[in-house]
């Protein structure tokens, strides 16, 4: 076993060594273990590192290029490098001149690669990422969720920090299905496909797409993430999917996009702390109704908010009992999402900000509205983030001890639990101003909040009125 070894780790010495900027790179790895006749697998079988010059115990993020596994080349994220990320970009057999899983092997075998080497050039082997774009995307995908092809490796898929998941498909690949026999227009979840094999995996995963990706590629990612949730038991601070302006072309070049790519990298890593959510809130003091149940006014602090404005969408995915969603006779309509133990993601509106409320765009407070005692699943329910479209805002944090509101029983302006009963849970809200929210010079379209833990939760916008 250990001559295959040495005589790879010559191969590696043999390679060509650049510096580019920050970073040191190593050209034409071969990530092989053995010897072999294949001509073409001997040529496809190569990497590329790229180290952060001067750094030591370095993160590493092994990537798989998209191409529809027939095309493609290496390439990837190396920019990581300025801020302290090893960028390993990986080579792999293409049909038709290989068959399914030929490719799978192959990023198995290159990740497996940087398991058994990184550290002799100064990286932490407990610091492994994988990701990939488009085909790449499914590529890592499979790796992550079917734990065989690293387990032929001698890796534990579980020692991965964690998955970067970029406009990928969830289902089984298109060019997958089209080596299987099947119509590559169907649409097929077989033993192929990452959604076949969801799991509570130990590290975080962060699925990306664009809001005109290719299509069903969002409709895939957010099955994958809501399964993840609802069957998998996976944490909601372990799987995020987000949503950005762009075709399936044009997405990398989102700075919004790059952004989230590199915090999650650095974050999971140690590398950055998490942004916060800015704490500057303010408890709801009341609730008014009319005698028809529908919310007139909501006092914060000093301030009487009569304008409420709905959310234009809402999603919501429980982490007990699957929840409902209902439009509520609330002026403008505020949405609710009812669970037990409720993960909610729901968009607050879907409007240029600033043409909807004018000069009262600034004294603009998002309003988030729940009872998290009857019957959650979980001892800390949490805001995990509040982003808008095309910025992330915040990271998650634990919700603040806030007042009771009043009982507004039996005029309720929502019903408690899924059979319409009134809970015994504390029901409390919570205000953020778009200003303290750092959007109230932001062209945002709306307002996406997710949440975990609470049985009922209302969510809307809110101007003072006049």
Same mark, same amino acid.
């Given at each position: 076993m250990n001559a295959p070894r040495l005589a790879v780790l010559a191969i590696a010495l043999l390679t060509s060594v650049l510096s580019a900027g920050s970073a040191i790179v190593h050209k034409d790895i071969s990530y092989l273990t053995e010897p072999t006749d294949d001509a073409y697998r001997e040529k496809m079988s190569k990497l590329d590192l790229y180290l952060p010059e001067g750094a030591k115990e370095f993160p590493t993020l092994v990537y798989f290029h998209? %191409?529809?596994?027939?095309?493609?080349?290496?390439g990837g994220p190396t920019h990581l490098t300025e801020k302290g990320v090893a960028v390993i970009t990986v080579e792999y057999r293409l049909y038709p001149n290989c068959q399914h899983p030929a490719y799978l092997q192959d990023c198995a075998a290159a990740t497996a690669w940087a398991f058994r080497h990184i550290a002799e050039y100064g990286g932490d082997p407990d610091r492994i990422f994988i990701g990939g774009y488009s085909a790449g995307c499914y590529l890592a995908a499979m790796l992550g969720m079917d734990k065989q092809y690293l387990q032929a490796e001698g890796i534990d898929a579980d020692k991965l920090a964690g998955l970067l998941l970029q406009s990928g498909q969830m289902i089984t690949h298109f060019t997958v299905r089209k080596q299987l026999g099947y119509n590559v227009q169907q649409g097929v979840c077989d033993e192929n496909a990452p959604m076949y094999h969801i799991r509570k995996t130990?590290?975080? =995963? $962060?699925?990306?797409?664009?809001?005109?990706? !290719?299509?069903?590629?969002?409709?895939?990612?957010?099955?994958?993430?809501?399964?993840?949730?609802? !069957?998998?038991?996976?944490p909601r601070d372990r799987i995020e999917y987000r949503e950005y302006e762009g075709t399936h072309g044009t997405l990398p070049k989102n700075p919004?996009?790059?952004?989230?790519?590199? $915090?999650? =990298?650095?974050v999971n890593s140690g590398l950055q702390k998490p942004e916060s959510i800015p704490q500057v809130t303010t408890p709801i003091q009341s609730v008014v109704a009319d005698e028809t149940g529908r919310v007139t006014a909501i006092t914060v602090g000093e301030t009487a908010y009569t304008r409420l404005v709905p959310p234009a969408s809402t999603q919501a995915i429980t982490g007990g009992n699957m929840g409902t969603l209902e439009?509520?006779? =609330?002026?403008?309509?505020?949405?609710?999402? =009812?669970?037990? %133990?409720?993960?909610?993601?729901?968009?607050? %509106?879907?409007v240029d900000f600033k043409a909807q409320f004018g000069d009262a765009f600034t004294d603009t407070s998002l309003i988030f509205l729940a009872d998290y005692t009857a019957g959650q699943d979980t001892d800390e329910p949490r805001i995990y983030a509040i982003n808008?479209?095309?910025f992330r805002l915040g990271a998650p944090f634990t919700f603040p001890t806030l007042p009771n509101l009043p009982d507004l029983t039996p005029a309720a302006p929502w019903h408690w639990g899924t059979n319409g009963d009134h809970g015994s849970g504390v029901i409390s809200g919570i205000a953020f101003t778009l200003k303290d929210l750092g959007l109230d010079n932001r062209d945002a379209t709306g307002i996406e909040v997710v949440a975990q833990g609470f049985d009922v939760a209302l969510i809307g916008l809110a101007t003072p009125g006049k």
């Open positions: 998209g %191409g529809g596994l027939t095309g493609g080349s290496r130990p590290f975080p =995963i $962060l699925l990306q797409c664009g809001d005109n990706d !290719y299509p069903s590629r969002q409709e895939e990612n957010r099955l994958f993430e809501s399964m993840m949730i609802r !069957y998998a038991k996976q919004a996009f790059q952004r989230d790519t590199d $915090l999650f =990298i650095l439009e509520l006779p =609330i002026p403008g309509t505020f949405a609710e999402a =009812i669970g037990d %133990g409720l993960n909610l993601r729901t968009f607050a %509106g879907n808008a479209k095309g």
